[in-house]
């Protein structure tokens, strides 16, 4: 085979990369030897797949997002490289059933220092669609993103997906939708576009995220709002007078209850730093969900796991609630741009098991042995 074993190194030419380089500095090119050949790939394995098992594929995503049209006027995030990927897979005849971040790439690998390189593996659990799928409208496709995503969403978070990489998880049960259909039709009869669909996905992924928000107690919810419109600087005292009302609650109770300040006119979230250290949830009479989840993530970083773990022991069922509010706070941190923010919330998610196995520890020690921090 003398074609095989041409080189002494691994053949490049055939090499499915979008590097202009290699076609004159033509980024054009580079784009559609990359996406034909990706095609012809899927094709191939698409012929070869067995009905009774997954073909699972790890893609090398590549962190990249940009503004796209959700079809009916409205801006969604979306992802340039899921949209080439899953465009190819689908037109191999693939239905996607799953999309599963796994922690494969070294934040310091040459490759990645001053570059915009990998941020994750994803692993794509597919099958081929049946000869027999049908078409459905652009409405019937969001009310079952609407009817299935909450729950699958929930199913994300159970399982602890960390908040960096739940919307790369959740692009999975959105896709199974999406793809269980030859086509997807928009009202003008045209096909629905990959593009579109992850746009609408995303938003959906947002209400969803939202909607949690109904679990949080009236002062968590006016928190919630009014980080996402000032994080812990200053705002009006008349604007936080209205959130707070919308909220069901008002701006002295939110005062007593610990989590703002108010005075001169204006009216701010207690940073982490500011909240009591000792706040005991036990004999607080006024205790909210936020408050649960800041004290979390400062006794997690500034004291560790066995400090984070003797609160989360006292917490009870605010326990559960405070990570999902960890969920919509990195949502809103990512958005924002806070970096700093967003790494402290998604470090909570990440340590929750540990956190759940020490609490257990010590709630099973009881309150004698907890109080001479004997339980771990």
Known sequence: YPDLFRTVLT???????????????????????????????????????????????????????????????SIARVSTGWEKMLEGLLDAGFSIHGTWPMRSELGNRMLSLGTNALASSIVLACRPRPADAGVTTRAAFLAALKRELPEALRTLQHGNIAPVDLAQAAIGPGMAVFSRYAKVLEPDG???????????????????????????????????????????????????????????????????????????????????????PAWDPTTDRRPTVWEATQHLVRRLHDEGEEAAADLLARLGGLGDVARDLAYRLYGVAERKGWADEARAYNALVVAWPRLSQLAETRRAAGPAQQALGLGG
């Open 190 to 276: 045209s096909p629905m576009r990959v593009r579109t669909a992850l746009a609408l996905i995303n938003a959906v992924l947002d209400e969803v995220l939202a909607e949690q928000e109904g679990e949080f107690d009236a002062d968590t919810r006016f928190a919630v709002t009014w980080y996402s419109q000032h994080a812990f600087r200053e705002g009006r005292f008349g604007d936080a007078d209205v959130l707070a009302r919308a909220r069901d609650t008002a701006v002295e109770g939110l005062v007593r209850a610990g989590i703002v300040r108010s005075g001169g006119g204006k009216v701010a979230l207690l940073s982490r730093e500011e909240l009591d």
């Open 11 to 73: 053949p490049k030419a055939e090499e499915l990369v979008a590097t202009p380089y290699r076609f004159g500095g033509d980024a054009r090119k580079a784009e559609a030897h990359f996406e034909s050949g990706l095609r012809q790939a899927f094709r191939r394995i698409r012929e070869a797949a067995h009905p009774d098992y997954p073909v699972t594929i790890f893609y090398a995503f590549k962190q990249a997002e940009e503004d796209g049209d959700d079809g009916n006027g």
